[in-house]
């Protein structure tokens, strides 16, 4: 091959995505090609059940395999893949958003192993208010953790432990149980719990800590919080629980939660928001003005 040859067909080359681009847009696309399909199977369980005024749709794993097969389409390998991103992440289809009634928004909830069921809420999920005042806190984090924290909830989960946020939050004394605990509830099915602490207060009373974190574009969600509570009940009888919930907003701020829930309504009962930052950012004058506050 000439030189002019050879070097053309390296421009050509250079001009092509690399490979690692090409995987991550496939796997954006079989991503949203996925969601697309558990959208049109939950649409059609939904659909072929409902009426105005009803406000709640029980079904099971055998229905999602037989809507998929109606459909036309490839069964699901994990029928509970079909459900998971819409309990905890993502907006439900317009197909079922739209019979919603006004004020309220349907949501997925587990009411047994391989059951569900659509259920209204008046509030699913819980957003920071942005006009509250940020609270500075001294960064306590290990540099170290901070390198190589795996992914946002980890890292704000690790933020929270280092920093005895639980503490501050609450005034009491509390201890990091177990994170990610994966476990069964009777009459709802697996759950996962982010982390929960154990505490006590001054008085000698003991309580139990749920934590629910989210990092990024994922929201405090009212399925999770009525999970959380329900384990800690059964699991806990004799300790007060108190529902956590942790998110990480703009410029470095985390929300604090604590949450109660009412027939999957999500209640803020206290809601803080801290600032970690180094010891030399707050000022003689920051702490004069919170002691004039007292």
Known sequence: ??????????????????????????????????????????????????????????????EILSAATALGLKQPKNAGDVVYSYRYRSDMPEAISK?????????IIG??????????????????????????IP?????????????DEQGLL???RYNRLIDIFLGITAFSLQN??????????????????????????????????????DRI???????DIAYCQKQFPNLICVPIAVQFMDDNGIAMFHLDCEDFNARIVEE???????????TDDYVKKLKDTV
Do not use: C
Not at 221 to 227: E, I, K, P, T, Y
């Open 272 to 282: 803080k928001h801290y600032e970690l930052v180094p010891s030399n950012q707050i």
């Open 158 to 160: 690790s933020k929270v």
């Open 180 to 217: 990610h605990l994966r476990t069964k509830v009777e009459g709802i099915g697996q759950i996962e719990i982010d982390e929960i602490y154990v505490g006590v207060n001054k008085r000698g009373q003991h309580f139990v800590i749920p934590v629910q974190a989210k990092g990024g574009k």
């Open 139 to 151: 960064d306590n984090t290990p540099e170290i953790i901070e390198r190589y924290r795996l992914s």
């Open 99 to 107: 019979n919603a009634s006004e004020g309220k928004a349907w949501i």
């Open 221 to 227: 969600g009212v399925v999770q919080l009525s999970q």
């Open 111 to 136: 009411i047994g192993d391989s059951q569900y069921a659509f259920k209204l809420s008046h509030t699913p999920f819980v957003e920071p208010n942005r006009a509250l005042q940020r609270i500075k």
């Open 1 to 62: 091959m000439s030189k002019g040859k050879d070097k053309e067909a390296k421009l050509l080359d250079s001009k092509k995505p690399s490979r690692r681009v090409k995987h991550s847009v496939d796997k954006k696309e079989n991503a949203e090609k996925k969601e697309g399909t558990y959208a049109q199977i939950l649409s059609k369980i939904f659909l072929d059940k409902f009426k105005p005024g009803i406000e709640t749709i029980e079904f099971t794993r055998d």
